[in-house]
């Protein structure tokens, strides 16, 4: 139950006031004027001068007189005009809203019935700002969602490739200014087509999302973790150099290669595993593209060697 802020407008006496008022500045003028008329009237019937005095006030009085009713009448239509016009605006307002069962005014006093308005309208807005409030709210959620669906790759829940880049880019700009270190780490899942053709696409997907679990488990919560495509994931560690970056990609994989589909959870069973590249920027200008092309070129040397899968001297 909120207070009325609009009570001090509901007075049925308002109108009944201004017309007081009128009358005050019309009656007691006028009154004045008679009391002088009568006493030149007394005068002149006693066949006497009536006062000086009394003829100037009545010279005076006349016009003064005249001017205050006026001002009156102007100052009581004037008051009564924009009231009921302001009534009228608010109830417009009200009916342009479509408010739910507008109640008619209580009484035909133009102050009752603006108050009685007011308040209708107050609430009407307090409605519709709640609906703003609410639409805003549900649109943020949305643009949330929106944001998530462009960042994050569905099957797997990681960065999709697009951020993936971007993130790259700027990371590379930040170490050279910063002229700090950046490792990149480049994966393949190996035998994934064979897995997928043997298997079928459900437990191949299965497949992805186990590893990813696994890739994400073993990297600080600072790296970058993201799906290129197919079996291939990136991270990228930050403020890591060669040996830091060596001993986190051994570690991704000995934890990847415990990943086993879950009809298969026994011991010696077969299991996916994983080749990995590493690259390290430890200064000059090179970007992201290279460093890039040389994490390739060292998973690419890994997979050859097979009993090596971090393959390949750190990049500079």
Known sequence: MHSNPTRGMNSEGLRHKLWIVYLLM????????????????????????????????????????????????????HSLRDMYDLVRTVEGVLRELKPEGLPPPPSRDEAQQLSHYVSRLIDEFRRHVSAIDR????????????????????????????????????????????????????????GLPAFRAARGDDEADGAIRGIAQKVAANVRRVDTVARLDAGRFMVLLLDTGREGAHTAAERVRRSAATWRPKAEQAP????????????THEGGDAGAEELLQAAENNLLLAQRRGEDPIAGPPWR
């Open 268 to 279: 010696g069973a077969a299991a996916l595993t994983v080749s990995i590249g590493v690259a």
């Open 135 to 190: 639409y805003a709210e549900e649109l943020h959620a949305a643009n949330v969602q929106l944001t998530d669906l462009a960042l994050v790759d569905p099957l797997t829940g990681l960065y999709n490739r697009k951020h993936a880049m971007h993130m790259l880019e700027i990371e590379i700009q930040r170490t050279v200014r910063a002229d700090g270190r950046l490792s990149l780490m480049l994966l393949d899942v190996d």
């Open 26 to 77: 019309f009656v007691l003028p006028t009154g004045y004027l008679l009391c002088l008329v009568g006493e030149i009237s007394r005068a002149a019937e006693a066949g006497g001068e009536p006062p000086a005095a009394t003829r100037l006030a009545l010279l005076l009085g006349l016009p003064a007189a005249v001017v205050m009713s006026a001002a009156a009448f102007l100052l009581l239509y």
